[in-house]
């Protein structure tokens, strides 16, 4: 499954590279997180709740983030698995200022197997964006808290 998009956050590249660094931020913005643990650098266990249509369950899995360049670009890797299934991905992050602004494009692709996978690939896809859409609305959210003081 292809995963691409873009998000415009009111912030500097700078503001949003640091929070999409910060593991505190990253676990209060990823749906279903109930544990982001750092187990070494860029590397992070997860514990995750999630329902996708009928199925709901507890991942747990890992998340590296790779291939920095600093404050532009970096990889996230993705792998977990639950009783409802297991999912790898890999999504590249890529930061362009815009005005006073940045846009956060992302692009990658994601697979899924176990019985979350049979409710369709078409289903996956929109939840896999619903899922994108709430990640970056929270971190859009948490950088204007910042912003805020």
């Known amino acids: 499954m292809q995963l691409s998009g873009t998000q415009r956050i009111a912030a500097p590249v700078e503001t949003v590279w640091e929070c999409l660094n910060d593991r505190e931020v990253l ?40 291939d920095k360049v600093p404050p532009s670009h970096y990889r996230l890797r993705i792998e977990g698995e639950g009783g409802p299934g297991f999912v790898r991905a890999s999504l590249s992050l890529d930061l362009e200022p815009q005005g006073d602004g940045t846009l956060l494009k992302y692009q990658g692709e994601a697979q899924v197997g176990g019985p979350v996978a049979s409710i369709g690939q078409r289903v996956l896809g929109g939840v896999a964006k619903m899922i994108m859409g709430q990640f970056f609305g929270a971190l859009a959210r948490e950088i204007e808290q910042r912003k805020a003081g």
Do not use: F, S, W
């Open 27 to 66: 676990a209060r913005c990823t749906p279903g997180c109930k544990e982001l643990v750092q187990v070494d650098e860029n590397q992070y266990e997860a514990t995750l709740e999630l329902g996708i249509a009928a199925i709901k369950g507890k991942y747990k899995g890992r998340l590296a983030i790779e």
